[in-house]
């Protein structure tokens, strides 16, 4: 089984707003870059549409080392996901959010045999920082390099 290191990205500002995806294949010397922008999105459908279409890049099944600064991805594709299958794609009452992409990302996944990674976004991790630089304008502008969140606890 090939084994592919990938790194993922999204964004949109304000949120929701213009937005875009990028992400970074690398499969030994071999690299492949990716992204689009999108007109009007939110920061998770991005953050989702990057995951899945850099495993769509994928031309058969690999061990994926994956990277994403999305806790919401790499929480949900590592923790929520059997349950939220398990109660038919639910939270409690209310159905999933962004449940199209949660479904084409788990069906997408399900080829191959990955690793989900949380990387601190804007941290010069030079992969994930090169995600912020690859979507067409306008999402590059302002979605990817938004600044990192402060936290509220002092």
Not at 25 to 48: C, K
Request: charged share 30%; proline share 8%; hydrophobic share 30%.
């Amino acid at each position: 089984m090939k084994r592919v290191t990938i790194y993922s990205d999204g964004g949109a500002d304000p949120n929701p707003g213009p937005g875009g995806w990028a992400a970074v294949l690398i499969y030994g010397p071999h690299r492949r870059e990716i992204s689009a922008a999108v007109a009007a999105t939110t920061n998770n459908r991005m953050e989702l549409t990057a995951a899945i279409e850099a495993l769509r890049a994928l031309k058969g099944p690999c061990e994926v080392d994956f990277h994403t600064d999305s806790e919401y991805v790499q929480k949900g594709m590592r923790d929520w996901l059997p349950g939220w299958k398990a109660r038919g794609w639910r939270r409690g009452k209310r159905p999933v959010k962004n449940l199209d992409l949660w479904k084409a990302l788990d069906a997408e996944a399900s080829r191959h045999r990955i690793t989900w990674n949380w990387v601190r976004g804007h941290s010069n991790q030079p992969e994930n920082e090169r995600c912020d630089e690859l979507p067409p304008e306008p999402s590059r502008r302002c979605a990817l390099r938004r600044r990192p969140r402060r936290s509220m606890r002092r």
